[in-house]
């Protein structure tokens, strides 16, 4: 039988049931203002968005669509014009050409950190690989800048001099052999038509890559790491070897959440700018050279942007509406796939 | 009783079909240690770039690593000598600012999600958190020009830029950090402890506040730690708010010089002696970021495993 406590001191009140907030004034508010700091990054979000759109609505008015695919940016003709596409292609082809160097090396680091390396190697040499995501852009890009492009001269001196004039050679001759122009509109040797000065559009890719590294080590290395050791040990007992064990059970597994590393990687590199801003050259017009200079939405930023003002500042501002835009999109993507793959495992460990 | 034998050439085809072939077996143990070596040689790969940088870091900036460097402003370009005794105070100013948004929002914010994160508003304001935390810092550096410096600028014509706007932005970039990591940490402290503090009588408030953030506050030290370490490195937000400054100040409302501004401004020039300043002040921001992980580390030692 229910004793009411309050019968036992002799109260007449019955005892108040202790609701969400509780019976006090202060628990109410408590939470009022907790939920008012959490919404913050909400309300941060779309005020971004909506900044960014006001800024940026007269050069949208002006230039509509057609701002994605021009290549004028002239602030200082009679009727200025403006076109995003040089940085557009910019910002995209140094993260792909980043993208191609660093899954490679970062899916092979994190393959030989989670399963091939002698145990006692694993977390010092996982704490290192971390490390480089720990090294500021700035300091990156200083070192970019007076150690790496210096030493890209020298390399390209020969890309660009000899090895330039040999794949050429070879186009003319092709082209002259089979009648097909295609061979010298299209050939390799445009890949390395340019002055060897080291900025340029390779110079930024492998920065990039260098920068992206970390992140598509580091979550491949914890969704290879997640997978249930049932797989492998199922592999084993058929018979295979390591490699097939990981090539198989084990990367199956982990594919969709390598593919939202991957994509975080690229999300990265795609807002990446100081590094990038200092040594990739700065040039107006996109090239198909990788030792021709090139810009992005974020250096152009960083170089027009102080002293801009008017229309050039609305187009600027629409440069970072589109980056703005594009980075959202990536990133969503990413993490969809890393959190679905990160929940499909946890119930076939069942 | 019969026995039935197998004819010696029907056995060695059966065996043929079940044993596996020399050559195939070597195969794939070839395939099988040039993975092996061509991992390592991707980790070997990775590592490069990492000693590369920080060895040219160190070797170049230590030379002008001395007294003059934290107690003297910079020269003008041209000249030798000089320091960044105004960039390392204007840094240090920046994320005490960028702490003041920072740590209420995030701390805050993450002991909603934990406490009473289950219902709609809560997945909105995760996923707003992970979008925020994606958003590249020059974004946000525009967005604070946009909202709080170019205003300013129309106004009084000479302001807008300014350590308070570059402080707005740098705290905008930790509260998404701040968040995820308080969050985490105080969804690990034990139901029984709020219970037990609820049952004395304590208020939710007061047991949320004093007794699972007391208990839980090493991890959100740590937190907010990182949350610094990456804060304190980041340039692109400032260029457009704090904008960098030649001389020591410490006028809140103008511009401020900072560390990686300065970095940039010194290592884009073509003048020598700033170019080794440079190498110096990369050096002393890599140790602060360095030593600012460390400090996060040691708060959580001993966390995992000890408690119950």
Same mark, same amino acid.
């Given at each position: ?29 408590? #939470? ?130 000899? #090895? ?59 969704v ?28 199956k597994y982990a594919r969709a959440g390598i593919i939202g ?75 969809l796939l890393i959190w679905k793959t990160s929940?499909g495992m ?5 | ?8 050439? $029907? ?70 000598? *000089? ?13 005490? /600012? ?42 946000? *550096? ?45 969804? /690990? ?24 953030? *007391? ?43 900072? /560390? ?9 020039? $073509? ?6 300043? $440079? ?26 495993? $000890?408690?119950?």
């Open positions: 039988m229910a004793v009411n406590p309050s019968s036992i001191s002799g109260e007449s009140a019955p005892l108040k049931k202790r609701g969400f907030f509780g019976n006090n004034p202060g628990d109410p508010i408590f #939470f009022g203002m907790t939920a008012l700091f959490a919404s913050s990054v909400l309300i941060v979000c779309l005020l971004i968005g909506w900044q960014l759109y006001r800024a940026a609505a007269p050069a949208i008015a002006i230039f509509g669509a057609k701002f994605l695919t021009s290549s004028q940016w002239n602030p200082n003709a009679d009727t200025p014009s403006y076109g995003a596409w040089p940085y557009i292609y910019g910002t995209l082809m140094s993260s792909l050409l980043a993208l191609l160097l660093a899954v490679p090396i970062g899916l092979g680091t994190a393959v030989f950190l989670s399963e091939l390396a002698p145990r006692k190697l694993r977390a010092p040499l996982s704490f290192l690989v971390e490390l480089l995501a720990a090294v500021p852009s700035v300091v990156y890009g200083l070192w970019g800048r007076l150690v790496m492009v210096p030493w890209l001269a020298t390399k390209q001196e020969w890309l660009g001099g000899p #090895f330039y004039d040999w794949l050429s050679g070879l186009e003319k001759s092709a082209a002259g052999a089979t009648g097909i122009k295609a061979f010298e509109t299209y050939g390799l040797s445009h890949l390395v038509d340019g002055a060897p000065t080291g900025y340029g559009m390779m110079a930024g890719a492998l920065i990039l890559a260098i920068m992206i590294l970390p992140f598509i080590t580091a979550v491949s290395r914890e290879i790491l997640a997978v249930p050791p049932t797989q492998r040990e199922a592999a084993f007992g058929l018979g295979a070897t390591r490699w097939e064990a990981i090539r198989g059970p084990v990367l590393g991957i994509m975080l990687g690229l999300a990265r590199a795609l807002g990446e700018t100081m590094a990038i801003t200092m040594v990739i050259g700065n040039s107006n017009a996109p090239s198909a050279s990788l030792l021709s200079p090139a810009s992005t939405l974020a250096s152009k930023l960083v170089n027009e942007f102080n002293e801009a003002g008017g229309d050039q500042l609305a187009a600027l501002m629409y440069l970072a509406l589109i980056l703005f835009g594009i980075t959202i999109i990536v990133n969503a993507l990413a993490r929940r946890r119930g076939a460990r069942d | 009783m019969t026995t039935t034998t197998i004819s010696p050439r $029907a056995a060695a085809s059966t065996r043929g079909a079940l044993q596996e072939s020399k050559s195939h077996r070597a195969r794939r143990r070839l395939a099988n240690a040039l993975m092996w070596i061509g991992s390592a040689l991707a980790t070997l790969l990775a590592l490069i770039p990492l000693l590369l940088v920080l060895g040219y870091v160190l070797s170049r900036g230590l030379p002008h690593f001395n007294l003059e460097f934290f107690t003297a402003v910079q020269k003008p370009a041209g000249e030798t000598g *000089g320091g960044m005794k105004h960039a390392i105070f204007g840094t240090l100013i920046l994320i005490g /600012l960028a702490s003041c948004i920072g740590l209420p929002l995030g701390v805050l914010g993450g002991i909603y999600l934990a406490e009473y994160g289950g219902g709609k508003l809560a997945s909105v304001v995760r996923f707003s958190a992970d979008v925020l935390n994606g958003v590249p810092s020059i974004v946000i *550096g525009i967005f604070v020009y946009a909202a709080a410096v170019y205003p300013v600028a129309q106004r009084n014509p000479g302001q807008g830029y300014s350590a308070l706007a570059g402080g707005l932005a740098l705290g905008i970039m930790m509260v998404p950090t701040i968040m995820r990591t308080t969050e985490e940490i105080v969804r /690990l402290v034990p139901m029984s402890l709020r219970e037990a503090s609820l049952a004395l009588g304590a208020t939710r408030w007061f047991t949320t506040l004093r007794i699972v953030l *007391g208990s839980a506050k090493g991890g959100v030290i740590t937190g907010i730690l990182l949350a610094l370490a990456r804060v304190a490195g980041e340039t692109a937000p400032l260029l457009f708010t704090s904008l960098g400054n030649n001389f020591f100040s410490t006028d809140l409302r103008g511009a401020m010089a900072s /560390l990686p501004v300065t970095i940039f401004n010194f290592a884009t020039s $073509a003048d020598d002696n700033w170019n080794a300043l $440079a190498w110096t002040g990369s050096l002393v921001l890599v140790l602060m970021i360095f030593v600012l992980s460390l400090a996060a580390r040691y708060f959580t030692r001993n966390r995992f495993g $000890a408690s119950k």
